[in-house]
Nanobody
Framework: VQLQAFGGGLVQAGGSLTLSCAAS????????MAWYRQAPGKEREFVAG???????NYADSVKGRFTISRDNGDNTLYLQMSSLKPEDTAIYYC????????????WGQGTVVTVSS
């Protein structure tokens, strides 16, 4: 699966933004997908995940503020972000879900989200 995230930008604290991820390949609908992010000077971290049937899970830091969803017909993954905080500033990536991020060897283009205070 090839992946490209887009939709990032500059937003004020408290604002909202929706990210999209376009995926190629016929296996997308069966994949457990996830959003990850990497803040400046920090390691990449899990943000949210969604199974092929729509079950979701979230990092504690975004729970209640972010919503992950998918459109299997369009091979697209989404991340709706609200009540954004400066600490949400990062490059956001989509990829398949993995318990250990280090096992993911291929990353598509991320999208930059900057939250100003």
């Amino acid at each position: 699966v090839q992946l490209q995230a887009f939709g990032g930008g500059l937003v004020q604290a408290g604002g909202s933004l929706t990210l999209s991820c376009a995926a190629s390949g016929s296996t997308f609908r069966r994949k457990f997908m996830a959003w990850y992010r990497q803040a400046p000077g920090k390691e990449r971290e899990f943000v949210a995940g969604i199974t092929g049937t729509g079950s979701t899970n979230y990092a504690d830091s975004v729970k209640g503020r972010f919503t992950i969803s998918r459109d299997n017909g369009d091979n697209t993954l989404y991340l709706q972000m609200s009540s954004l905080k400066p600490e949400d500033t990062a490059i956001y990536y989509c990829n398949t879900f993995a318990l250990r991020i280090s096992t993911l060897s291929s990353w598509g283009q991320g999208t930059v989200v900057t939250v100003s205070s």
